[in-house]
């Protein structure tokens, strides 16, 4: 049901209400959990019973995060018991419920100090090693109270307006490092937090709470499914969304009427709070909800008064529900999917975007508006290509496509085509518009980032075979004998392992040592140029925000058949580079093996693209040769020895969980199908691919197999 069974999950506040739900349904689908709180009798108490019932490893730690202090002492615990965390749940909050101005100080800082300064820290503490595994979940429990202003319990919500905003900025940030952040949003909930805010005696009318078990699901539904913010149930969701359309003040106004406390003393002429426009709001520490109620009459004098408010604010909802009506409908015709159609002898992927769906045509044109921060003086920066061309309109790039130049028809028996019906030319050339973009980027006519946002738009908004939008975005060592790697990749060697002082020879190989590498983004800014007038935020021709560094992740070795073990230093350590850059992997012909001609790979490192792409012009006939003779200034070369098996991998998602395959494979193999020959695409899949930012379904022929030759791309998630 979820992703992280046999994974580590960190539950804050896990003493009661939410964060007993959230740890109990983790449980239940096998994650293996810390939990913290203050009190050590309910963690003690709760863990013993979780470890039984459901099997799972369990780790209690005692803090109290209104101590700045106690997110480091979590980190060092979780440190220390050598766990890798990968999903952190901060769920610790508390509420304080009456007149500002009387309440205690001190422990307004402290509801300052736990529902926001601790969740910073724990974030950015346990998002590092997310960071160098390239995986991991965040899930925050902000509030209704996040969507409004609440008098009388200002602080608490605006401390839950700062949750929210953290975790949908966070999850924007981490979409390109393959990190999932969730903020969730419950109304009123069954558990202590009432209490706790001493507001359960408060004077307002109640309606049924949602229980904690109710808010756990959603919450970890939403982030496993990839959301920002989820808010939990119908109606809290239409509540928080509906008083966008009425004014910021006559919210905030409502809410002070139904959350100031009551007086003491009351007679049969106090004014008792108005149910304004023909909706109750449930005065709640954590909910703020909107509720059909009958009017009920006033004793105070002012009655008429009262009862023409009464109708003017049934007019002003009547005038938003219309409203909130037409937005919907409008927002329900607007289709937003890749169409997978055969074109000939191969399948072409449609883009969500009005392009005439053919590729009989001569050409397709497609504009993509601010392809670059700003225009630029530099001349020569349009491309003529035979398959595709570029010409600048300011910062707007028109992209011409000539897609009947890829395929080859069903009577050519020409060598010269890869597969079925792909002609190789048309491949090369889409390598020479690659390549023209990265000369284009070193004259200065666009930075490194909108290079690679441009691809990447180019891919989104054209018909193309998935092979060739594969090989646009990505390259092809099986045509151009190299490819970029980026941290949508992980890269695996295996090498082997010889006895000590011993020749290395196959009668002496005793094991082999696998070691898995990820490239991680390199966490420092992009440099930013002084010298550009009038706008000293304006980011320098050469800032680069797409570097990354390679780290070990993972490394086992197998010894004389024995089971593989786990170890944190390599025997065959190549020593990569460590300082961040741009890395290319290379495979050349070894002319100068003994018996067969065989392949090495080659890694090559560089600050920037431009010095990586100067260095594959200077490509000899051999690796040894290649790397011998390179010499340019930053640039590492690397051979890997002829006993190094080496292996790229892409990550894609698969139902919810990261999933590798080999550079360039297929969506079949992510199914593992019985017959993958014969088989038919199950019934079930659904295929989203990255379109502007945001995953959308490509839908196809389910009587076809096409769709499971589909090429797949980083960002692509599969559920069947």
């Known amino acids: 049901m979820y992703p992280w069974a046999g994974k580590w999950a960190l539950v804050t506040g896990a003493s009661a209400g939410i964060g007993v739900a959230l740890a109990a349904e983790l449980a239940a689908a096998g994650t293996n959990l810390v939990l913290t709180a203050r009190r050590e009798d309910r963690l003690v108490a709760l863990a013993r019973d979780l470890a039984a019932k459901h099997n799972i490893r369990t780790e209690i730690c005692v803090a109290d995060l209104a101590d700045p202090a106690a997110p480091d002492s979590i980190f060092t615990f979780v440190r220390e018991k050598n766990l890798h965390i990968d999903l952190l749940v901060n769920n610790a909050g508390f509420g304080a419920y009456g007149e500002f101005a009387a309440s205690d100080r001190a422990r307004q800082v402290e509801m300052v100090q736990v529902n926001c300064s601790a969740v910073v820290s724990l974030t950015h503490l346990f998002l590092q090693p997310m960071l160098q595994r ?116 006559l919210v905030t106004s409502i809410a002070g009427k139904l959350f100031r406390p009551a007086p003491q003393n009351t007679d049969s002429d106090s004014i008792h709070p108005l149910p304004i426009a023909g909706v109750k709001l449930s005065r709640e520490a954590n909910t703020f909800t909107w509720q059909p109620v009958a009017l009920i009459r006033t004793s105070h004098s002012g009655s008429r008064h009262m009862a023409a408010l009464v109708k003017s604010n049934i007019r002003m909802k009547r005038v938003a529900q219309f409203v909130l009506v037409l937005f919907l409908a409008g927002c329900s015709h607007a289709p937003m999917a890749y169409h997978l159609r055969r074109e000939g002898l191969d399948p072409v992927l449609f883009p969500p975007t009005r392009v005439k769906e053919t590729t009989t045509t001569t050409e397709i044109h497609v504009n993509l508006k601010n392809a670059r921060a700003q225009s630029t003086s530099v001349r020569g920066c349009d491309i003529d290509g035979s398959v595709l061309s570029l010409r600048w309109q300011g910062t707007t790039a028109a992209v011409s496509l000539h897609p009947q130049s890829f395929f080859a028809s069903a009577a050519d028996p020409s060598p010269n085509q890869s597969g079925r019906g792909l002609y190789i030319d048309p491949l090369l050339a889409m390598e020479k518009f690659h390549a023209d973009l990265l000369d284009r980027q070193t004259r200065g006519c666009l930075r490194p980032d909108e290079n690679t946002r441009l691809r990447r738009a180019i891919v989104e908004n054209l018909p193309l075979p998935p092979t060739i939008a594969y090989f646009f975005e990505l390259g092809s060592y099986a045509v151009t004998g190299y490819f970029d790697l980026t941290p949508d990749f992980r890269l695996l060697t295996t090498s082997v392992i010889y006895r000590s002082d011993a020749a290395q020879t196959p009668d002496n190989v005793i094991g082999y040592e696998t070691a898995h590498y990820v490239f991680v983004p390199d966490p420092k800014p992009a440099s930013m140029s002084a010298s550009v007038s009038g706008n000293r935020f304006a980011p320098s021709v050469d800032a680069d925000s797409n570097r990354i560094r390679l780290v070990l992740s993972r490394a086992t070795e197998v010894i004389n058949g024995n089971l593989a073990v786990e170890k944190q230093t390599l025997r065959n350590d190549l020593h990569f580079p460590q300082s961040p850059g741009y890395f290319r992997l290379l495979f050349m012909a070894d002319d100068n093996a003994p018996t067969v001609r065989i392949t090495r790979a080659i890694l090559l490192s560089a600050p920037d693209q431009s010095r990586l792409a100067q260095a594959i012009a200077f490509r000899q006939d051999s690796a040894e040769n290649f790397c011998a003779t390179l010499s340019m200034p930053n640039v590492t070369c690397i051979v890997f020895p002829r006993n190094f098996g080496i292996s790229p991998e892409l990550r894609v998602r698969a139902n919810g969980q990261d999933y590798y395959i080999r550079v360039g494979g297929f969506l079949q193999e992510v199914l593992d199908l019985q017959h993958p020959q014969d088989d038919l695409p199950p019934r079930s899949l659904k295929v ?33």
């Open 134 to 249: 390239k995986s991991g979940d965040i899930l925050i429990v902000a509030s209704t109270a996040s969507f409004q202003a609440v008098p009388y319990i200002t602080t608490y919500a605006a401390t839950k307006v700062f949750d929210l905003h953290f975790a949908e900025g966070l999850a924007e940030e981490l979409k390109p490092f393959g990190i999932r952040v969730c903020g969730l949003c419950p109304g009123s909930t069954e558990s202590e937090f009432h209490v706790v805010a001493s507001h359960d005696s408060a004077p307002a009318s109640k309606r049924p709470r949602e229980t904690a078990e109710k808010v756990a699901r959603v919450g970890l539904r939403a982030l496993a499914d990839g959301k920002s913010y989820v808010i939990s149930g119908r109606r809290n969701y239409f509540g928080a969304h509906l008083q966008r359309l009425i004014p910021r003040h």
């Open 688 to 720: 989203r691919r990255p379109f502007r930012g945001r995953l959308v379904p490509i839908k196809f022929d389910p009587n076809s197999r096409d769709i499971l030759k589909l090429v797949l791309l980083p960002g692509d998630e599969i559920t069947w």
